[in-house]
């Protein structure tokens, strides 16, 4: 089979790692791709959202199956227009992405299907979202509805900075056109979780879990990232968390989507709260996460294409979803500075210390090659440093250890990655 893999990061990087294993894989590409994708898939230099040339593309190179992984080109409807030429593709159609695509409509969903989430309101007209923030209990949360590069949530304090919230979102238009609609949602606290999932249109298979850490700073302080390291599994995630999600979170919304003519196929990503109340839906993203994919995949046992292709196919309920009983931590490597400015086109050294380590991966997020043919920092997040272990500290411990072997000017990372693990 040839598979060509739609993204570029350290998620992707990870997904061409998982299928390079595919007994059924005999050639991978890559669109875009990056220099660390490059050792194990072809990259082709057709960007995420070119979602014609990207078709053509596949279609002329007799591509068999291939997988949308980010959010964009997912919420674009890049799967349609694969169909629409009888081509094959992993993730959701447009009517279902929504699910990520707009928040007011996931939080609606919920709603009507009753599915735990935290009480809101969807506004388009400001004056009024202002007027509802005067009757509410501070803090509060306001979100953009549509995509926002993971950074359209902002936790108000009072009603001064949540006035000056509505400000920035509805008319300073701080995230575009994703803030024309606003969800104001009561604030929960708790533990997060990220649990990811392989859905067929009816059928859910669950993934082992993970937590993330957004904030760019040791201590969750610092502005929001897309994501600064991860572990998995998550020690707060339960037994007794994983019946009732299953019960009243994962298959309901699955229903719910069927239900609304909305059938999904591919990945619902659940970013749970783990409240008093029980476990609460934060956000669905109709992906895998990034980079939460570093650390989930590597312990997966089954052959990724033959779950994805039962993804598509309908027959999801025949695969048994089986993962390691081990750990991962994934470290990130950034350019300092980052989420806002910082350096791009440093050299990286060391790449070389991960060939032949099983347990070690060195996935890239933001690289490419130079004209010397060295490999470069192109971005904030620049390398995933994840390494295995028998349980979460030795992973841990090990993460940080690799994280020493490779070097370049700028480089930054938090140092307290899985720090939980110690508070349970
Ligand atoms: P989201 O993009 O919806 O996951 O939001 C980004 C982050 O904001 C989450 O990971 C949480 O840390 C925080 N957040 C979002 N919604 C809430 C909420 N209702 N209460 C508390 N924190 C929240
Ligand atoms: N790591 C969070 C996300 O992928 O949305």
């Not at 799967?79 to 992993?90: I, P, R, S, T, Y």
């Not at 919920?110 to 009757?135: V, W």
């Not at 994934?330 to 350096?343: M, N, R, W």
């Not at 140092?415 to 110690?422: E, L, N, R, V």
Request: glycine share 10%; charged share 30%.
């Amino acid at each position: 089979m040839k598979v060509l893999i739609i993204g570029g990061g350290g998620r992707e990087h990870a997904i061409a790692m998982a299928v390079s294993k595919s007994k059924k894989v005999e050639k991978i590409y890559c669109a875009p791709g990056n220099a660390g994708i490059a050792e194990i898939a072809e990259c082709v230099p057709i960007g995420a959202m070119e979602a014609e040339k990207l078709a053509d593309f596949a279609e002329k190179n007799g591509i068999d199956f291939t997988i949308v992984a980010p959010d964009d080109p997912l919420v674009a409807g890049t799967v349609d227009v694969f169909e629409a030429k009888g081509l094959k593709a992993f993730g959701p159609r447009k009517n279902a992405a929504i699910l990520e695509g707009s928040k007011a409509f996931s939080k609606d969903l919920m709603k009507k299907y009753n599915i735990p989430t935290a009480k809101y309101e969807n506004f388009t007209d400001p004056d009024a979202a202002i007027k509802f923030l005067e009757t509410c209990s501070m803090p509060i949360v306001l979100k953009a509805d549509g995509l926002a590069l993971g950074k359209g949530v902002l936790i108000c304090n009072n009603l001064d900075e949540a006035k000056d919230g509505v400000k920035q979102i509805m008319l300073d238009k701080q995230f575009g056109d994703s803030g024309n609609t606003l969800v104001i949602e009561e604030f929960m606290t708790g533990r997060e979780v990220s649990v990811l999932s392989f859905v067929d249109g009816k059928t859910i298979k669950i993934m082992t879990s993970a937590q993330d850490h957004k904030r760019a700073k040791d201590n969750d302080e610092g502005l929001n990232t897309g994501g600064m390291g991860t572990f998995s599994p998550s020690p707060f995630y339960t037994n007794e968390v994983d019946d009732f999600c299953k019960k009243y979170i994962y298959q309901p919304t699955v229903d719910a989507m069927r239900a609304e003519g909305r059938e999904f196929k591919g990945i619902i990503f659940f970013g749970l709260m783990i409240t008093e109340d029980g476990p609460k839906v934060l956000e669905y993203n109709a992906r895998f996460g990034d980079p939460e994919t570093q650390v989930v995949l590597p312990r997966m046992q089954n052959d990724i294409i033959e779950v994805m292709e039962a993804c598509v196919d309908g027959t999801l309920d025949k695969i048994d979803l089986k993962f390691d009983d081990n750990a991962a931590v994934c470290v990130v490597l950034a350019s300092d500075g980052y989420p806002l400015k910082y350096e791009k086109g440093l050299k990286i050294d060391g790449l070389d210390a991960f060939d032949d380590k099983d347990d070690y991966f060195c996935f890239h997020a933001g690289t490419k090659f130079d004209e010397a043919g060295n490999v470069v920092t192109n971005g904030g997040r620049v390398l995933g440093i994840t390494a295995l272990g028998d349980d979460l500290l030795s992973a841990r411990a090990n993460a940080y250890k690799a994280t020493e072997w490779v070097s370049f000017a700028n480089k930054y990372m938090r140092h307290d990655i899985g720090k939980a693990i110690d508070e349970q």
